[in-house]
């Protein structure tokens, strides 16, 4: 499936002052496919070690020199690694430090050869007090679940995307096309944008069957719990990661993970699961200014899971009966903030591991909140969603007023629309927000 990401990959190949890149992403949201897709549709040959699988390939790593390091790995591989030809892919490169400590002396001794490397886990390996990290030397990308573009494109729905890439204030909105969206888009509910998922989806159209691989899916996640944490600090991540799913959306206490757990230990948990790329924050922000992070109020957050799917088969939802009892009603609202959070974070800019942040007013008397808030040029946006087509926007007028804001978008079912300086977004035209704001 085509995924975004590659375009940003091609400049990388055709860069003369190249650096190595990782690729970062919780495991399973496609890093080796899209790897060894690239390469092999951009290169003469693609040498992978992957140092989960062979474990033995870390000892090429221990010398630091790139040509002694490629030597040994073509004995061990058995193949050729010749500059500007090979791609060199490093998978599961957390479990070799060596390796990434290497990757800045392939940026200053061997720059002509392309290196790739990728990690479910880095974080872990990053963390480490005694580590040091070449800085400077390597750039980091950033791979996210399939968007809702991103699985249109998948379903082959070329005509729907480009009329996404395309569409206008100016022009008439034709109630069909908006229908047929919203059905893709209730669709993209249930499974999410997990690659196996998707592709399973794309060749079944079964939505049992995506259950089956979003189960096997989390089994994974948690099989890997053992890899990087302790016997004592394994129940309170299981705890955690069982939790969080029912939470999304919900202003978060470590309380509603268990009452009778301690919050020091919750707190680890849920900052290694933020490591795997399960969870993320939504953090509150005072929204005073740009930066947002630096208005942030670092203890109020609300939770983000990695993926819809894997949500929706956490919390049991049965996938076939949702979609057969009513199509139409398959928008709770904390799916649809999930799926708003999912979508930003999809689009934003894959060399930076964006930071999302929400709204709110803590007075007595006088509460608000908004769900997101954005940087867009040098605008802060508010942005609220609503599930259905109905819903006051009381939280999101109060922002506008408060902070002069010329522009606020409502994301939710109704067709696009600017009307009273609020942009109405429909959930598949997401990304196209930061487009139709300077449209505006």
């Known amino acids: 499936m085509k995924r975004e990401i590659e375009s940003v990959l091609q400049k990388w190949k055709n860069e003369k002052d190249r650096v190595p890149i990782i690729l970062r992403g919780a495991r399973q949201v496609g890093k080796s496919y899209i790897i060894e897709t ?68 392939f940026k200053e001794k061997m720059q002509s050869l392309h290196v790739i490397a990728a990690g479910s886990l880095l974080e872990f390996a990053l963390h480490k007090e005694d580590f040091s990290f070449p800085v400077g030397r390597v750039s980091f990308l950033y791979l996210k679940p399939l968007s809702f573009r991103e699985f249109l494109i998948g379903l082959q729905q070329v005509r729907l995307v480009e009329w996404i890439d395309t569409v206008s204030l100016k022009q008439s909105q034709e109630e069909v096309i908006h229908q047929h969206l919203l059905n893709f888009y209730r669709q993209y509910l249930l499974i999410g944008g997990m690659p196996a998922v998707v592709k399973d989806f794309i060749e079944k159209n ?58 020091r230990e919750l707190k680890i948990a849920l900052e290694q699961l933020g490591w795997a790329g399960l969870l993320h924050r939504v953090i509150a ?28 088969v956490a919390n049991q939802i049965n996938l076939s009966a949702m979609w057969e009892k009513s199509p139409s009603l398959i928008n709770a609202g904390g799916l649809a903030e999930q799926f708003v ?64 804001s010329s522009v606020g978008v409502r994301i939710s079912q109704h067709p696009l629309s600017l009307h009273d300086h609020v942009l109405s977004v429909p ?14």
């Open 38 to 105: 690239f390469g092999k549709k951009n290169f003469e040959s693609v040498a992978i070690a992957n140092f989960e699988f062979q474990p033995e390939l870390v000892s090429c790593f221990e010398s630091l020199d790139p040509k002694t390091i490629c030597l040994k790995l073509e004995m061990l591989l058995n193949q050729r690694i010749v500059p500007e030809k090979t791609l060199l892919f490093l998978d599961e490169i957390q479990n070799c430090p060596k390796a990434i400590v290497a990757l800045r002396y």
């Open 341 to 404: 959070g999912q979508e930003l974070l999809a689009y934003a800019d894959p060399h930076t591991n964006m930071q999302l942040f929400y709204w709110e007013r803590d007075k007595k008397g006088a509460m608000a909140e908004v769900d997101f808030v954005i940087q867009v040029d040098h605008q802060i946006i508010p942005i609220e969603v609503k599930a259905g087509t109905t819903g006051q926007l009381r939280s999101l007028n109060q922002f506008m007023t408060e902070k002069k």
């Open 206 to 263: 079964s939505f049992l069957e995506c259950q089956h691989i979003l189960s096997r899916v989390l089994d994974t996640y948690r099989s890997d719990f053992s890899k990087y944490t302790t016997k004592t600090q394994y129940k309170y991540l299981e705890e955690f990661f069982s939790r969080a799913p029912t939470l999304i959306g919900q202003h978060f206490k470590y309380s509603h993970i268990n009452p009778e757990l301690r919050s």
């Open 427 to 440: 959930f598949y035209l997401i990304g196209q927000i930061p487009r139709l704001l300077r449209e505006i």
């Open 285 to 312: 922000s005072s929204a005073s200014g740009i930066p947002l992070y630096a208005h942030a109020k670092e203890n109020k957050f609300k939770l983000l899971f990695l993926d819809l799917g894997l949500m929706n």
